[in-house]
């Protein structure tokens, strides 16, 4: 039987630690359910409005539009208004009509189904937009926490980000979003590439949300996506995201 190379047993029982304190305890906390858990898991959640009578008003940013760095006030602005605002209002419409298609004995139900596609496409973009809002405002440094926890799941920090970038400037001139999610099923970080607000893989928790739809970069670097990149990455709010990961805890 061969033996471990001291520096191989190091890392690895460093990466184990990391693991058993973070990702593998989220994991065990979402995945294992005991039947106590999963009765106060039940009882911590709360519905607030009846599904088609929600109606939803745009978030706030959380951040100053003319302090970003790299990001102008009028390209943010007008993302969250325009882009993200006209979601919002659609989702509103699309929910009062699906109330009232409900009622409609004779309605067919392909036609039904084209308000819920609509009511997929709009919910989609909604939460994505308002995560990805949310993760912006920073200053774009991910301190030892965040990359120590990201190296558990990639191997280094520097492998995550080249995999998360690379994946954006794949989308360059396209639509869909980047997203670093938990998996749940899985028990581990991993990226993941979108063409649309409609399909996010199954069971995973988004922790850092990136728009590369041409709206959320066009007016401020035209069809040179690769800047916009280096933008997202100089704003990112690693406080959110952790605290996106600590919330996995609970």
Not at 182 to 196: H, L, V
């Amino acid at each position: 039987m061969a033996h471990d190379n001291p520096a191989t047993t190091k890392a690895e029982v460093d990466r184990r630690t990391l693991l058993t304190g973070a990702a593998a305890g989220i994991a065990a906390g979402l995945l294992v359910g005991e039947p106590a858990h999963a009765q106060q898991n039940a009882q911590r959640v709360t519905v607030r409005a009846e599904a088609f009578a929600q109606n939803h008003q745009p978030k706030p940013l959380p951040f100053d539009s003319a302090k970003l760095n790299g990001l102008s006030q009028r390209l943010i602005d007008s993302h969250w208004s325009n882009n993200y605002g006209g979601s919002v209002r659609a989702l509103n419409e699309t929910k009062k009509r699906l109330a009232d298609a409900l009622a409609d004995r004779e309605l067919p139900a392909y036609i039904y189904n084209g308000l819920k596609r609509e009511h997929l496409m709009r919910t989609g973009s909604v939460v994505l937009h308002e995560l990805y809002f949310d993760n912006l405002g920073g200053n774009g440094r991910a301190d030892s926490a965040a990359q120590s926890w990201l190296a558990s799941s990639f191997g280094a920090f520097d492998r995550w980000e080249t995999e998360f970038r690379r994946i954006a400037n794949g989308l360059g001139g396209g639509s869909g979003w980047v997203i670093l999610g938990y998996n749940r099923q899985f028990g581990t970080a991993e990226n993941y590439w979108m063409a649309d607000h409609m399909h996010s893989p199954a069971t995973t928790t988004p922790l850092l949300v990136m728009d590369m739809y041409e709206h959320s970069y066009q007016m401020d670097f035209g069809a040179a996506a690769a800047m916009y990149v280096d933008a997202f990455f100089n704003n990112i709010k690693w406080e959110t995201v952790l605290a996106r990961i600590e919330s996995l805890r609970a």
